[in-house]
């Protein structure tokens, strides 16, 4: 039953969809390093399994080999029974050739007694050693699935210190963004720029009013010529007067 319940875990984490898993964990990296200390502990578990099974496997094997050589010595014994029985009947001595003909007899029902249980453990060790080929594939699956695990596992960790260095960053631009009314740079620069507009209003102001002096000046010219005009009209009328 143990072997069976490894074999059986080993068959459903071939088949786990690692890419269904991660999206459905609240924490992946969490997620997937349960799954390789899972696989990792199912893996020396399976590997106990299938050695204790191969070694059975062995074992059968050297039986079967054990009974064929068996039957191949009870055999080579048949025959050397056998044709001595035959030169003792040829020499005459029936008797004797009778007993190592018995004996001859007695060696081959001892070589088919090997034969069969050599020939009848032909199907069990057919299908362990099919049953060892299975096991060691979906061995080596759970490996390369175990470093298909680990590979993810990096590339998740890459991923995520590479999001969180992202947002780090955004966050400080954000902090400093000038267009940002609320921020302290935004203020300041509003504070300049009120500054500015308060400067180049004076600097009008002060424009205007130095334009209204120099009209002034003007007007002040303008009415000295009058009073001079007037003055040289009024020289010049009297003296017409007097000649």
């Known amino acids: 039953m143990t072997k069976q319940s490894i074999f ?15 999206d459905q964990a609240e924490d992946p990296e969490k997620m997937l390093d349960q799954l390789v200390r899972d696989f990792t502990n199912n893996i020396a578990d399976a590997e106990a399994a299938i050695a204790e099974t191969i ?24 025959l050397a029974a056998s044709t001595k029985a035959d030169e003792l009947r040829t020499a005459g001595n029936t008797a004797d050739a009778d007993k190592f003909d018995n004996l001859a007899k007695i060696a081959l029902t001892r070589q088919l007694t090997a034969e069969n249980e050599a020939k009848a453990a032909e199907p069990q ?7 060892v080929e299975k096991l060691k594939g979906g061995l080596d699956g759970m490996k390369a699935k175990l470093e298909d695990l680990k ?10 210190k590479t999001a969180e260095a992202q947002n780090k960053v955004h966050d400080a631009v954000k902090s400093i963004n000038v267009m940002d009314p609320t921020s302290d740079l935004g203020r300041f620069e509003d504070k300049v720029r009120r500054q500015e507009a308060l400067a180049a209003g004076q600097a009008e102001l002060a424009a205007s009013s130095l334009d209204a002096q120099f009209e002034q000046l003007d007007d002040l010219g303008q009415l000295t010529e009058v009073e001079a005009r007037l003055a040289a009209l009024k020289s010049g009328g009297a003296q017409a007067i007097t000649s």
């Open 55 to 78: 070694g059975n496997l062995r074992l059968l094997e050297r039986d079967h080999a054990e009974d064929v050589a068996t039957a191949k010595e009870w055999g080579n014994k048949a």
């Open 125 to 131: 060790l057919a299908a362990q050693n099919e049953v």
């Open 151 to 160: 590979a993810k596992r990096s590339e998740l960790i890459a991923r995520a």
């Open 8 to 22: 059986g875990r080993i068959s459903t984490l071939i088949r786990a969809n690692v890419n269904a898993l991660i």
